[in-house]
Structure formats: C-alpha cells, structure tokens
C-alpha cells in the first residue's frame, strides 16, 4: 500500500513538472483580463460581420471593374490579412488604454487601414462596413469625451459614404437584426438597418469608456491601497525611530556625562569615580532592559487580530475559511508564536495552491497548544510547502514545540504546530 501511494506520488510530481499549474490570478489581475476581453467587442464585431458575409459567393472587384473570381478572391485575401493587422493595431490600442498609456501610432494606422479596407473590400454596412465602428469604438479609449463624439459621428459618416446600405439580406448580422417578413418594404429595412448601424457606431466607443473608466477606479483604488501600505510601514519605522531615540537618547547623555566625570575623578578621588562608573553600569544596565521592552512589544502579535487578517485575506481570494478558536484565552507569548503561523500557513495557501477552502483550528488540550491548517487545491512539487516552513519551524522548536507539514487526505495540505503550553510561558 505504502509502495503504491510512493509511485502515485512520483507520477503527480512528474505531472506537474511537465504541465505546471499556472499561479492563480488575484481579483484584480481577473478583472484586468475581463476587461481587456469586454473591449475587444467591437473587434469581435467586424469578424463575425466579415466571416458572414464570406457566404454569399461576392467575389467581385469593387470600382467598376468586370467580375473576375480570381482577382476578386485576390482583394478579398488581401483584405483578410488587412483586418488581421487592423486586429493588432486595435489590441495594441486596447492594452496601452488599459495600461495608461498612448498609443497615437495606432490610432492613426488602424483609421488608414480601415479606410483602404473599405475602398478596396465589396462593402456592406453590415460586413466590412464594421471596420469603422470597431476603429472608433478602439480610439475612443485614448481620447477625450468631446473627441469620442467627434470620432464617432466621423466613423459612421466615412462608413456610410463608402459603404452602401442595403436591406441586410448580404449579411448574418444584418439578417438577423432586420428579419423581413413577406411583402415588407426593402426601403424600410435598409433605412432600420442604417440607423442601427448609426446607433452602434456612435454607443460602442461610449460603452468602451465606460468599461475602461470602471477598471481605472478599481485600479486607482489598488494603487491607493499599496501607497497606504506604503505608508503605514514609513510611519511605523518613524514612530520605532522616535520611541528608541526617547527610550535610549537620555541614558546615554547620562552615560557619557557620568563617564566624563568618571575619567575626571579618576586622578582625584578614585573613590568617587568607581561609584560614578557604578552609576554608569546601572544606566546601561537599564537602557538595554528599556530596549529589549520595546522590541519585545513590537514583535508581539495579537492572535485573534491576525486571525481575522489572515481570515480576510482568504476569503478576499475567493477561498472560502472556516475557524474554530478555543473558548479559554491564549497566553500572549504562544499567541504571538501562533500567529506567525497562521500568517506563514496564510502565505503558504495563497502562493503554493489553488485552494477553494481553508480551515484553521486551535485548540489548547493538556498542557499543549496545537493549530491546525487544512486546505484544498495543492499545487506544490513536494506537498511539503514553502521553504518559510523551514524557519517556522526553527522558531516553534525554539519553544519547545514541533511543526509537522504535508500532504494528507483526499490530496489536502495540512500544517499543524504544538506547543507546550510551559515552554512559552
């Protein structure tokens, strides 16, 4: 049995050394990729409207020239790489917006290549007439509000003088937005279908901004949430600097004053100067006591606030937490020496695995405390967590206790630490 679960073990690990887990997104990298996706409608829109209008055997040159299948498929497979590049150019648009960025190049290539495609393409509003509402859908990102509505009424203006409106019959789209019915009036479709196209032509660049005015509000909010972190942590090592320089500043003015007088004495009254450097002993005696006081304070760590921290933390990543606390209090040390555990056990299910669950348990039996980890999703190559394990452990062993890691059942990863109860009090 133990031989059997050996190889299973060896094979997984082979598994995910060949096909690696990819790390898992945060909430703000998904919603970055949402967005990319959402912007590219537009685009989206010109393929199906292109890819639908293939089907209708018009393989004809445009400007007067008499039909001929072979140039006319020539044009058409030109036309094709053109809107592949259109494509790009319309990518590299969408990722500079997203980013912040300018993209004035692309802007202006993509609107040349748009109306070479439609000169040189057999246009339809509905099939290669979408370039124009895609390009302008694409720069609105990077322009003001007042040059959206200027691109916007331009786009469909170039569209409609270079591509003719029909009744829709020549494309999926536009048979599918007019739906004739028997005996209807051609006229009234094909004057429904301009105006739709107008429609669109004009709300996709506005959808676009409002999709990408969304995700700079959330992305300002987490560049504000890191520059508070920032500086929260610049206070705090301005307060430690302010509290040592209040804690020490005055006992070694005392000491250096004491020793001065000390060195004076020393040839007068050797009496004197020994319970001067007496004095000096005790002041330094007592600035080392003050000093490890307030390092003591700020290595300390409060369990129940780091619980719903690291509680937070998890369930903010779509990790669903479950915690089981004792009723009794907690000593401060081991509570301290607890919590570093839940924070290197926290650490350890955000970056080692893909987990959709935790549960954290602490209970305090017989004189020794224990703290359970358990989470689903296991990811690493050994099941054996990360290498801050190694120091964690150093630390509850320097209590007395042990930290045990691993893979358990149904392929969950569990960290457990005990700690005697006497060996932190």
Not at 86 to 102: D, E, H, I, P
Not at 118 to 146: D, F, N
Not at 315 to 328: K, Y
Request: aromatic share 4%; hydrophobic share 45%; net charge neutral.
């Amino acid at each position: 049995m133990r031989a059997d679960e050996n190889g299973t073990g060896r094979f997984r690990r082979s598994v995910l050394r060949v096909f690696p887990r990819r790390r898992k997104r945060t909430s703000v990298e998904r919603l970055r990729r949402l967005t990319v996706w959402s912007l590219v409608t537009g685009l989206l829109l010109v393929w199906l409207g292109v890819v639908g209008g293939l089907g209708e055997d018009r393989f004809s040159v445009p400007g007067g020239i008499p039909e001929d299948r072979g140039a006319g498929l020539l044009v058409l497979v030109l036309g094709l790489l053109g809107l592949v590049a259109f494509s790009v150019l319309y990518m590299r648009m969408v990722k500079a917006a997203v980013a912040g960025t300018s993209a004035n190049r692309e802007i202006v290539a993509s609107a040349v290549l748009a109306v070479v495609l439609l000169l040189t393409q057999e246009s339809q509003l509905w099939t290669w007439g979408l370039v124009a509402p895609a390009w302008a859908a694409g720069a609105a990102l990077l322009l003001s509000r007042t040059g959206t509505f200027f691109v916007g009424l331009g786009a469909a203006a170039v569209a409609l003088f270079l591509a003719p409106s029909d009744d829709g019959s020549g494309s999926v789209i536009g048979r599918v937005l007019a739906a004739p019915q028997p005996g209807e009036d051609p006229a009234t479709l094909t004057g429904a279908l301009t105006g739709a196209f107008i429609g669109a032509t004009l709300a996709l660049p506005c959808a676009n901004r409002l999709q990408l005015w969304f995700w700079e509000v959330v992305r300002l909010a987490e560049e504000g949430k890191e520059a508070q972190a920032r500086l929260a942590v610049t206070e705090e090592r301005l307060r430690f600097s302010r509290d040592l320089h209040d804690l020490v500043g005055h006992s070694l003015s005392a000491i250096a004053v004491k020793s001065e007088v000390a060195v004076k004495l020393s040839k007068v009254d050797a009496e004197r100067a020994a319970g001067e450097m007496e004095e000096v002993r005790g002041l330094a005696r007592e600035a080392l006591k003050e000093i490890r006081s307030a390092v003591r304070g700020y290595r300390t760590v409060d369990l129940d606030a780091e619980l719903r921290s690291m509680t937070a933390v998890l369930e903010a990543d779509g990790i669903r937490c479950t915690l089981e606390t004792p009723q009794e209090p907690v000593p401060e040390e081991l509570g301290t020496l607890l919590a570093w555990v839940v924070r290197e056990g926290t650490t350890n299910v955000l970056r080692h695995s893909s987990a959709t669950r935790c549960r954290i348990t602490i209970a305090l039996r017989d004189g020794v405390a224990a703290l359970e980890m358990v989470n689903d999703g296991v990811t690493g190559l050994d099941g054996r967590g990360g290498t801050g394990i190694v120091g964690l452990s150093e630390r509850v062993a320097a209590a007395g206790g042990a930290v045990a890691a691993g893979i358990g059942g149904a392929g969950e990863f569990r960290l457990r630490a005990t700690v005697p109860l006497e060996g932190v009090r």
